[in-house]
């Protein structure tokens, strides 16, 4: 146990210095440049890509595998879509890291959800996920062309998508992992919420320092 929470903490601290713009600051001018920028971001937020991973994994015991996972994207591109025409969500970080513990807790607990419960957790999650995402993007471009905004969308989509896809098939083909109650499932339901407790943790000790005005 002390070792998976010294792995995340590492990866914790890693994230920071990852989770920059794709392109290192360069303009995005092209279609091109919002696809690649739009694999970057879910790929070095690790916050992001341990979530998708483990909305993969939780999709194959709703038995839609590929369909349940379509929630967390539908609702990640409106929430991106939103905060990229200014409409922000309140509590955007607070929300991500609920929806880490979350999700961890009940993958963790052996849980199984149905297809409806599923979407809809997913789907929540989504918006404040996406409005992360279109937050980066409005900090990192004031005025986007609309086919990098496209390419943007589709570069984040496709590639979140296929990450669930893979965590799925990694759980169910090599883990062996085929019922909810199997315990690698529910190993990696612990790390993600691990990693929930420790950005809990870091969230509640900066407002504490904010508070104290030490921050």
């Given at each position: 146990m002390k070792k998976l929470f010294a792995t995340l903490g590492a990866v914790l601290a890693a994230g920071?210095?990852?989770?920059?713009?794709?392109l290192n600051g360069a303009?995005?001018?092209?279609f091109a440049h919002g696809v690649f920028s739009g694999i970057g971001h879910p790929v070095l937020g690790f916050d992001h890509l341990f979530f998708i991973a483990l909305v993969g994994i939780a999709a194959i015991y709703t038995g839609r595998a590929m369909l349940a996972p379509a929630g967390f994207i539908g609702g990640m591109l409106i929430g991106t879509i939103m905060m990229s025409a200014g409409i922000a969500l309140p509590a955007v970080e607070t929300m991500i890291v609920g929806s880490l513990l979350v999700l961890g807790y009940i993958v963790a607990s052996g849980?199984?959800?149905?297809?409806?419960?599923?979407?809809?957790?997913?789907?929540?999650?989504?918006?404040?996920?996406g409005s992360a995402f279109g937050g980066t993007?409005?900090?990192?471009?004031a005025s986007i062309g609309g086919?990098?905004?496209?390419g943007y969308l589709l570069g984040l989509g496709v590639t979140q998508y296929l990450i669930a896809l893979g965590a799925g098939w990694v759980a169910k083909?090599?883990?062996n992992a085929t019922e909810a109650t199997a315990m690698?499932?529910?190993?990696?339901?612990?790390?993600?919420?691990?990693?929930?407790?420790?950005?809990?943790?870091?969230?509640?000790e900066g407002?504490?320092?904010a508070a104290l005005g030490l921050g």
């Open positions: 920071p210095a990852l989770a920059h713009h794709p303009p995005m001018e092209t849980r199984a959800l149905a297809l409806t419960p599923a979407l809809a957790l997913f789907a929540i999650a989504g918006l404040f996920h993007i409005a900090e990192q471009e086919g990098v905004m496209i083909n090599l883990w690698p499932a529910r190993l990696a339901g612990a790390v993600v919420g691990g990693m929930g407790v420790l950005l809990a943790m870091e969230q509640i407002a504490a320092f």
